[in-house]
Every structure is written in structure tokens, then in C-alpha cells.
């Protein structure tokens, strides 16, 4: 199953969800229930603890229903179940905006699947995000994006970037200095890495 895909649609600022009918399997976590309804889109599985979506369950959707007081957030408990049932391809809906904190958690929560094999995307209308372990991507070149590289973890080791206005060459990042914030595009862009979580933002400039 690792090369199909799961859809997450969490409870962040609201955002279309372009390209979720290629996905197969989707979860709702709480709000994203709201939205995913609003979208006319019917989740597989439905994830939460009840505190930002108060309305009825659909009875065909499966619930996995989660305490109030509890370690995992809903987002991390969407992950884990997508990890435990065999995928390690996600995207994450809605999860950036509304509360920083839950933004951080959101980000810290696709870490953790980077570190369990997965490659992690999120996707809005202004910002697209990657989180992965180490691996070689390529990126096309987008007009009026910034590409921006920092570390998930204590540092990025043998980082390799091409076709960019500032290229590296079996570089480290580490998260403590933001060097890899606002690189430019000259090209198709290739990013590879031997070690680490790499978080990759893709944002609309202006």
C-alpha cells in the first residue's frame, strides 16, 4: 500500500481541496469534517475528540473517537492510523492558519511520518509544503514562489540543491539558522540529502 495515497483534512484555516478524488483513503479530523462536507467530499474515517466540530456524524462514515485530555492531537492520531494501515504517501488539507500552535503541531505531526518512511505534502492556496527524510526531489520551476529549506531536526546533512539562484553542494542545515529561507528559481530545481527531516515551503511571493 506505500504507494497510495492518504488524505488528511484537518481543522486549520479553510482551503479547496484540489486533488483529494485522487486520493484513497481520506480522513476528517474533527472540523475537517466540516469542510470536507462543504466540499461535498465523504471521508473514509472520521478523527476526533469533538471540541471543534459539534454536528452529527454521518452514520456511513467509521468514527475513531478520541478523549478530550490525550497526547496525540487529532492530527497526529489521523497520522498514525494512515501510518499503521500501510501509507506513506499524505497530504495534509487545511492544516496551516488559524492557531500557530496548532500549525507547529501540524508540521511537527508530518515529521514524525517523515521519520516512519512517509513523504508528507501540505497544500492551500498560497503555500504548498513537503516534509520527507532524506531522498532526491525534483521541483519545477514556479514563477512567484519563493523555495525555502530548513530542518525538521537537529540538522540536515549533505544537502545538494541545483538549478536554484543559491545552490549548495553536500551542505549541512541546521534549525537553529534559517540559511535556506527565500531561495530563488533558475531552473527546474533538484534537492537531495543524506540525512535528517527536511520541511520544504513553496510560498506565493506578494
Given at each position: 500500500m506505500s504507494n497510495k495515497l492518504c488524505a488528511i483534512i484537518s481543522g486549520g484555516d479553510f482551503s479547496p481541496l484540489c486533488g483529494i478524488e485522487n486520493s484513497d483513503f481520506v480522513i476528517a479530523?474533527?472540523?475537517?469534517?466540516?469542510?470536507?462536507?462543504?466540499?461535498?467530499?465523504?471521508?473514509?474515517?472520521?478523527?476526533?475528540?469533538?471540541?471543534?466540530?459539534?454536528?452529527?456524524?454521518?452514520p456511513d462514515i467509521k468514527k475513531l473517537a478520541l478523549p478530550r485530555k490525550k497526547d496525540d492531537t487529532d492530527t497526529l492520531a489521523a497520522v498514525r492510523y494512515a501510518l499503521k494501515s500501510g501509507f506513506r504517501d499524505i497530504t495534509l488539507y487545511c492544516a496551516l492558519g488559524g492557531r500557530l500552535d496548532h500549525t507547529v503541531a501540524n508540521?511537527?505531526?508530518?515529521?514524525?511520518?517523515?521519520?516512519?518512511?512517509?513523504?508528507v505534502r501540505f497544500c492551500?492556496?498560497?503555500?504548498?509544503?513537503?516534509?520527507?527524510?532524506?531522498?532526491?526531489?525534483?521541483?519545477?520551476?514556479?514563477?512567484?514562489?519563493?523555495?525555502?529549506l530548513f530542518s525538521l531536526g537537529d540538522r540536515l546533512?549533505?544537502?545538494?540543491?541545483?538549478?536554484?539562484?543559491?545552490?549548495?553542494?553536500?551542505?549541512?542545515?541546521?534549525?537553529?539558522?534559517?540559511?535556506?529561507?527565500?531561495?530563488?528559481?533558475?531552473?527546474?530545481?533538484?534537492?537531495?540529502?543524506?540525512?535528517?527531516?527536511?520541511?520544504?515551503?513553496?510560498?506565493?511571493?506578494?
Open positions: 479530523c474533527d472540523k475537517g469534517l466540516e469542510y470536507a462536507l462543504k466540499c461535498s467530499v465523504k471521508p473514509d474515517l472520521f478523527v476526533g475528540d469533538g471540541d471543534s466540530f459539534s454536528g452529527e456524524v454521518p508540521i511537527q505531526s508530518a515529521a514524525f511520518a517523515a521519520e516512519n518512511g512517509a513523504f492551500d492556496e498560497k503555500n504548498t509544503l513537503y516534509v520527507t527524510g532524506p531522498r532526491r526531489i525534483t521541483l519545477n520551476k514556479r514563477k512567484g514562489c519563493s523555495l525555502s546533512c549533505g544537502v545538494t540543491v541545483s538549478g536554484a539562484e543559491y545552490p549548495l553542494e553536500n551542505a549541512e542545515l541546521t534549525n537553529v539558522f534559517p540559511v535556506g529561507v527565500s531561495n530563488e528559481w533558475k531552473d527546474d530545481v533538484e534537492i537531495s540529502f543524506s540525512e535528517g527531516t527536511m520541511l520544504i515551503v513553496l510560498s506565493v511571493i506578494g
